[in-house]
């Protein structure tokens, strides 16, 4: 299974990349291939500056060895070796209309003293974060990511998209961090889905990625806008950094298992402002998205 996914997750990085560099039109994915000392590596590509994303990363990563302290507290595990691989993507696009995504793919194993497979599972979701909201856009991304979860289970979009509004929550600042998606962990063999089953389901969610998000960039990225639409994405973006480094999972996994630094923040933007006690005007597009961000609603 393992073998399967990693060589899975290195074909969708391809597809991917391929699709924003067509997309973007200017700039190129930077490709690094790195070493992990303690076992595995990745492959990490980050485009910047660009003519529609200003920076954003695709990184698949498969790691292994033994599990650091830390994460043997978290597992509740006294011993024991593991492996992670995944793709993780951030895209940050320069104009304020077109959103910010976020997208995770992940399978996990856990092994004893000899080697077997203790543990395993799948995780991961995707999820859209825009600065100006357009209705139909938040529809359309909930709309693919719906139809790729009916084909597996009609319960998992409800349960999914709701743990999604949950995980990604910025407690500190009683908000989301933008409109969710799907969000899903854990996910172990059960009498109604075996681990084939599961990958099924991953991958199939992987694949929709593309159609959830390219229709949105394409109509969005040649929109007008000012200084001041400009301004706010910054002040959005502090939000998103603010989620990542206090409350992502993945951000605080890599951290602790001696994860490769660059990689792990290839999430955050280049451009963002922290102004004090910023509040938007009554009535305005900027304050209609944080009445939405406060309340998740049904999107479809």
């Known amino acids: 299974m393992k073998d399967k996914f990693y060589a899975y997750i290195q074909q969708l990085q391809d597809t991917i990349t391929a699709k924003l560099e067509e997309v973007d039109g200017k700039a190129t994915f930077q490709e690094d291939i790195w070493k992990r000392p303690e076992g595995g590596g990745g492959r990490t590509r980050v485009i910047e500056n660009g003519a529609v994303f200003e920076k ?5 990563s498969g790691v292994h060895g033994e599990l650091p302290d830390s994460m043997k507290a978290y597992f509740k595990v006294n011993e024991g070796n593991f492996f992670a691989c995944g793709l993780s993507l951030v895209l940050h696009p320069k104009n304020p209309m077109v959103p910010t995504v976020h997208a995770n793919w992940r399978y996990f194993e856990l092994y004893d003293e000899q080697g077997e497979v203790v543990d395993q599972w799948f995780g991961g979701g995707q999820d859209l974060t825009p600065y100006y909201l357009f209705d ?4 359309h991304f909930h709309q693919v990511c719906k139809t790729a979860c009916d084909k ?13 509004d949950e995980y990604f ?8 961090r933008g409109l969710g998606g799907l969000f899903f962990d854990y996910c172990k063999a059960t009498s109604e889905m075996n681990m084939q089953q599961w990958y099924d389901f991953v991958t199939e969610v992987g694949n929709s990625f593309l159609s959830c998000y390219i229709p949105i960039v ?3 990225k040649d929109l007008d806008y000012t200084k001041e639409q400009r301004d706010w994405q910054e002040i959005r973006r502090g939000r998103y950094v603010e989620f990542n480094l206090v409350h992502d999972k ?7 298992t001696n994860g490769r630094i660059e990689s792990i ?8 402002q922290w102004r004090y006690d910023h509040q938007p005007e009554k009535g305005s597009e900027e304050e209609r998205l944080l009445h939405i ?5 049904a999107w479809v």
Not at 250 to 256: A, I, S, V
Not at 265 to 272: Q, R, T
Not at 293 to 297: M, Y
Request: proline share 8%; charged share 25%; glycine share 8%.
């Open 136 to 139: 139909e856009d938040a529809v």
């Open 218 to 220: 394409i109509k969005r």
């Open 152 to 164: 597996h289970q009609p319960t998992f979009y409800d349960t999914y998209k709701k743990r999604c």
């Open 250 to 256: 993945g951000t605080l996994f890599g951290l602790k």
């Open 56 to 60: 954003g990363g695709v990184n698949i």
């Open 293 to 297: 961000l406060k309340a998740p609603k």
């Open 169 to 176: 929550w910025n407690t500190h600042r009683n908000e989301a």
């Open 265 to 272: 923040l290839m999430s955050l933007p280049p451009h963002v």
